[in-house]
């Protein structure tokens, strides 16, 4: 165990592992289950949100607990990756466990969706210092791009065994022991990890001349800034641009610029704005945020096409969804054995981009009664795409930015796909709620008496039996007859629904298989980054 901190000159580049091969693996294994951590996370909680919404009567709110998490965890990852640069990021690996975990615990005993919906921010907290830190930690083990990559896989596999497990786990865990029982999971596997980092993760610090100083005024304007689109987005989607609407857009406007401003002239910014004057760095960070925007879209609307427009159960979605998860470690894998072989190491992005393109349109042509197998053809081929994207994303920006910049580059890349996702989830969820209402309207006036069954008109009715049981009887008291029909008027609508907010998803995401032509290219064989061949 290495107890005494690693300085290393901020310009050496390393020649390799600075560890013996022991306390290297063993500090991995400590990385491997912060991953899971973060991969667990994703992709359980997305499976057992529709069950949630409905046991905690907010539907309205469903986009909002994966909101908070991503909007706390942009804040935060920019943040701790800095303050990982300036003192080392071993403490905050440590922290970072502590507070999820935390939150994990306060998040399984919410009783309300309000409620929730805050702890899911103290997790985001936690989640966004574990992405902004520990992901920095392999360049700082392995300097050498070759080597890195290679190591990369077991962070790679460690995400991919937990989304192996999340979906189905979260399925059945909602099914069999309630939704509360996902949340607790997270405890075992952060007391594993705790131990591994504090045994054998050693404390790397880089020497800096200039003083360390925190932006803590920029990181006021980036709450301020998103958390102002947020509500944008939300309010649109719910009420239209009505003027109300329209002065959150002016504020997300005035708050963006003054941030812009004092980036620009803050010596020690949060935002080195620098880093998006490099062209590659600048392409990668529009890949981030439009690869977020589809991979958050997917993870939290598939189990409500699943479950609501399909009437699967929570295990049955479960299952449906594991190969687009699972297969991000085939993808990993395959890219990490194909990408340092390649003279365009770049092409590795064009193939992934185009599968996720296929798995998304093929998702907005199955409906109900459509086969599972090729539903979950469609989800292998999207889980090998994002796969080869999101490790290739990372060390392309890391391989660019250089040792100085390497930790706020990596957290810069993690926290613009958060953003990303953040809009992915607002924007499609407005979008699918203004449909669906819209929808059953238009489907059932005439039909039933105005305003006699308002549960009609919410989507959480579709994956609730007990609700569904208190309408039917409601229902034959009115001498209404059997409900199922409107049932299925629903299911069918929450479908044309989903589907239309899939098209933004497609739209964006061959937005980001053209925009890769638009990437120098990336050397991972040579010594020297892009950024210095680029003069910067």
């Given amino acids: 165990m290495s107890a005494q901190p690693i300085n290393v000159d901020d310009e050496d580049s390393g020649t390799g592992r600075r560890l013996p091969f022991r306390q290297s693996l063993l500090a991995i294994i400590g990385l491997c289950f912060v991953t899971i951590l973060v991969g667990l996370d994703q992709s359980i909680v997305s499976t057992a949100m529709p069950t949630i919404a409905a046991e905690l009567n907010s539907f309205d709110l469903y ?16 943040i701790f990756g800095r303050l990982g640069d300036f003192y080392g990021r071993k403490p905050f690996v440590i922290a970072s466990i502590i507070i999820f975990t935390t939150a994990s615990i306060l998040s399984g ?12 921010a103290l997790q985001g907290i936690g989640g966004g210092m574990l992405v902004g830190t520990a992901f920095a930690c392999i360049p700082d083990l392995f300097p050498v791009a070759a080597v890195r990559l290679k190591w990369q896989v077991f962070l790679s596999s460690s995400f991919g065994i937990a989304s192996v497990i999340g979906p189905s786990l979260g399925g059945f865990l909602t099914e069999y022991y309630g939704w509360r029982s996902i949340f607790f999971v997270n405890v075992p596997i952060s007391l594993l990890g705790l131990w591994f ?6 404390l790397i610090r880089y020497e800096h001349k200039q003083t360390i100083r925190l932006d803590w005024i920029g990181a006021v304007l980036i709450t301020l800034a998103l958390g102002s689109l947020q509500l944008f987005v939300e309010m649109l989607g719910r009420h239209g641009m009505g003027w109300e609407v ?61 479950q609501g427009g399909f009437g699967l159960s929570p295990n049955e979605a479960g299952i449906l969804i594991t190969p ?47 086969s599972s197998y090729v539903f979950m053809a469609y989800m292998v081929l999207g889980g090998v795409g994002l796969g080869m994207i999101m490790p290739n994303l990372t060390i392309f920006s890391q391989e660019v930015a250089g040792k100085s910049n390497l930790g706020i580059a990596t957290a810069l890349v993690q926290s613009i796909r958060m953003i990303g996702g953040m809009l992915g989830i607002a924007i499609v969820g407005s979008l699918i709620n203004y449909l669906y209402a819209t929808g059953m309207t238009r489907q059932l006036s005439g039909n039933i008496p105005n305003d006699s069954f308002p549960d009609l008109y919410d989507p959480q009715l579709l994956v609730n039996p007990p609700q569904q049981l208190a309408l039917q009887e409601q229902a034959r008291q009115m001498g209404m007859g059997d409900i199922q029909s409107w049932i299925d008027i629903g299911r069918e609508t929450l479908t044309v629904s989903i589907h239309s907010g899939f098209w933004i998803v497609f ?30």
């Fill in 63 to 78: 986009a909002w607990v994966g909101t908070s998490y991503l909007l706390a965890s942009v804040i935060t990852v920019p």
């Fill in 109 to 120: 005993m919410a009783d309300s969706m309000m409620y929730l919906i805050l702890s899911r």
């Fill in 197 to 202: 980092v504090w045994q054998y993760l050693p």
């Fill in 246 to 306: 329209a002065m959150l857009g002016l504020v997300f406007v005035l708050f963006t610029v003054i941030l812009i401003k004092w980036e620009s002239y803050c010596p020690y910014a949060l935002i080195p704005l620098e880093l998006f004057r490099v062209k590659s760095l600048n392409v990668l960070f529009l890949l981030s945020l439009l690869l977020g925007f589809t991979l958050f879209s997917l993870l939290f609307y598939i189990p409500l096409f699943l």
């Fill in 324 to 370: 687009l998860v699972v297969c991000v470690t085939v993808g990993s894998i395959i890219s990490g054995r194909v990408v340092t072989r390649l003279s365009r190491p770049n092409h590795i992005l064009y193939v992934g981009f185009i599968l996720v393109l296929i798995c998304v349109l093929g998702t907005i042509f199955s409906n109900r009664g459509g």
């Fill in 507 to 536: 739209a964006l995401t061959l937005l980001a298989a053209v925009w890769v032509y638009r990437l120098p290219l990336i050397d991972l064989k040579g010594k020297k980054t892009v950024r210095k061949k680029e003069g910067k």
